[in-house]
């Protein structure tokens, strides 16, 4: 069965930090583009960032403004999203995907950052 389980999601301070962690079951992450989206209460999903297969290269939204890392084990079939300084902007559900072309959404990781 093809799956992809997100975790690591929290509640934390501003100005904390959280690593969340993709996993996927079923296939080999590192042939595809693997990314992590967001949906915010009451706004749209929207791409993060994601990471390619082919050169390790990245993308990251503008609104992250050098915050996110995100990073890919391959042995552990796993991709991890390092979020630092966390803004309550963050707060959201956080879902893993192919980047390009996401199929089925999982119950995402929720994110919540307030004082």
């Known amino acids: 069965q093809v799956q992809l389980v997100e975790s690591g999601g929290g509640s934390v301070q501003p100005g904390g930090s959280l690593r969340l962690s993709c996993a996927a079951s079923?296939?080999?992450?590192?042939?595809?583009?693997i990314g992590w989206f967001r949906q915010a209460p009451g706004k749209e999903r929207e791409g993060v960032s994601c990471i390619s297969t082919s050169d390790g290269s990245t993308y990251y939204a503008d609104s992250l403004q050098g915050r996110f890392t995100i990073s890919r084990d391959n042995a552990k079939n796993t991709v991890y999203l390092q979020m630092n300084s966390l803004k309550p902007e963050d707060t959201a559900v956080y879902y893993c995907?192919?980047?390009?072309?996401?199929?089925?959404w999982g119950q995402g990781t929720q994110v919540t950052v307030s004082s």
């Open positions: 995907n192919d980047y390009f072309n996401p199929q089925g």
């Open positions: 079923g296939f080999t992450l590192d042939y595809y583009a």
